[in-house]
């Protein structure tokens, strides 16, 4: 994430991809990229969990800086393309907490055989270095990363492929905004027609444009009459509405944005066939496509990394309880109940029980 990528012309590249300027233009400075990732994040982080063991499910529902666990890892994995999850361990070496690190501060030791052997957290100049194990061989640091198909070590953010449409979004917003602070066109050009060709001096020049400055120009001053002297003459100008019209090149980065970051475009209030029966088939996407995935990204890493202290231990969203997907669920339960060749064990695992009705 971190090289040159080569651009159109011949020995051009852009520039180097730069996380915190990207998050700066994107979630502080663009209304469609942080709701996008909100969406995603927010929707994983409040959604219900089903959950094996209950001291697992108090650790994944605890927060963690003020924010939920889920959730800050969910938007990490998004932007940056990599979270972070340090385990936190009492006296006896029994998890307490999780801490989700910012990925941006964290960097990877690699060992002689090229895996990570320890991360590195830097804040303000200082840092510690955190081995991936303890000194039991348990895990220290969870990682969870995103497909990267051209790093070992990092995975590859939403953002890094929304960038360039986020760049484009927020130029069209920016150059909107420049139309309307002068009436929405280039009010005209000031002409001096001096006799036999004179021109005016350099002094006359900066005070003419000095005035139109204070006077004349910006959306406060906007349909002022002007007052002209002699030999100046004012020649109207305006832009054609395609020249104006950039709500079809922002609409178009928006969608781009939503694409990259998998939200279907009517969720973010994008203009579409915003009907109801689409709006339902568009929030059933964003769970089946988006947050079902990413959640089992998620709650797979930290089962994973945290299977020494609770094996066999599952974590998972209880699909039964999330209402865009309980017309799919209903359809279910109906097709494994009207099943009769399956014995009542097989029903239950089909529908993510387990086989017995005591067992956790």
Known sequence: MQGCLPAF??????????????????????????????????????????????????????????????????????????????????????????????????????????????????????????????EDGWPAIIQIKAMHPLDDHLGAGSLAAAYRAILVHNAATAWNQSLLENAARPSGALVYEGEDGACLTRDQFDRLKEELERAFSGALNAGRPLLLDGGLKWQSMALSPADMDFATLKSAAAREIALAFGVPPMLLGLPGDNTYSNYREANRALWRLTLLPLAHKLFSALGEGLEAWFPEASVAIDLDRITALSEDRERLWKQVSDADFLSREEKRRLLGFSAEENAP
């Open 9 to 134: 012309g011949p020995g051009e590249t852009v520039r180097a991809f730069d996380y915190r300027r990207a998050v700066e233009a994107a979630y502080l400075a663009n209304p469609i990229a942080q709701r996008a990732v909100r969406i995603v994040a927010e929707g994983i982080g409040q959604a219900p969990l089903a959950c094996s063991n209950p001291d697992l499910a108090r650790l994944v529902n605890a927060t963690s800086a003020g924010q939920p666990l889920v959730e800050s890892l969910a938007a990490h994995v998004l932007l940056h393309g990599n979270g972070y999850v340090q385990i936190l361990k009492d006296a006896s070496g029994k998890p307490v907490e999780l801490f989700a690190l910012r990925p941006d501060r964290v960097s990877i030791v690699a060992g002689s055989d090229g895996w990570p052997q320890a991360y590195r957290y830097e804040v303000g100049g200082e840092g510690i270095t955190i081995p991936a194990e303890d």
